[in-house]
């Protein structure tokens, strides 16, 4: 489950990085897959309670416009990976602090450097991504902060799958 969970993970992010959205049937596979997780270490019920008020409180950010909706269902989609004990590392350690403080911190020191005109267009995937990326640091588009809400739900859930 864990390896499904982290597969669909990396998915969200990197597509997230690409076209700064998060389809809907991520999130929703990512609850089947936390849902059955919860259910065989009986923790469900505190982990539902859990995601629900950690959707309620990012849908009020996502009101103000400090979020995406995409972020909002994957954030909440992946506190229901994670067990109920790891929760704070989730939230304050693995996902906020560190990867989405590196992620912001790394686009707001790029968007002083990287200059507003982009290169002329170029040939294959991977130089018209990194063109479209080089375009969004210079204007400081929106981040592609599932790649941290990911980070942080493998840095919490993968280490807790490995131990004896």
């Known amino acids: ?3 499904l969970a982290a597969v669909l993970l990396v998915y969200a992010a990197l597509h997230d990085l690409a076209v ?7 999130p929703l ?14 923790s469900l019920v505190p982990a539902l309670a859990v995601a629900a008020v950690a959707f309620v409180l ?5 009101l103000a416009g400090l979020m995406g909706g995409g972020d909002v269902k994957l954030w909440a989609a992946a ?18 602090v560190l990867l989405g403080g590196a992620l912001a911190l790394l686009y707001l020191v790029l968007s002083l450097v990287v200059p507003r005109k982009v290169p002329p267009r170029a040939g294959g995937r ?13 204007r400081r588009a929106p981040l592609p902060y599932a790649f941290a809400i990911a980070g942080g739900a493998i840095a919490a859930l993968l280490p807790h799958q490995l131990q004896p």
């Not at 700064?20 to 991520?26: A, C, F, G, Q, Y």
């Open 1 to 3: 489950m864990a390896i």
């Open 20 to 26: 700064r959205t998060v389809p809907n049937w991520l």
């Open 29 to 42: 596979a990512l609850v089947a897959v936390g849902l059955c997780s919860r259910l065989l270490d009986h």
């Open 58 to 62: 990012l849908f009020i950010i996502w």
């Open 79 to 96: 506190v229901l990976l994670v067990p109920p004990a790891l929760h704070p590392q989730l939230f304050f350690f693995a996902d906020v």
């Open 126 to 138: 991977l130089q018209r991504f990194w063109r479209a990326e080089l375009w969004r640091i210079g």
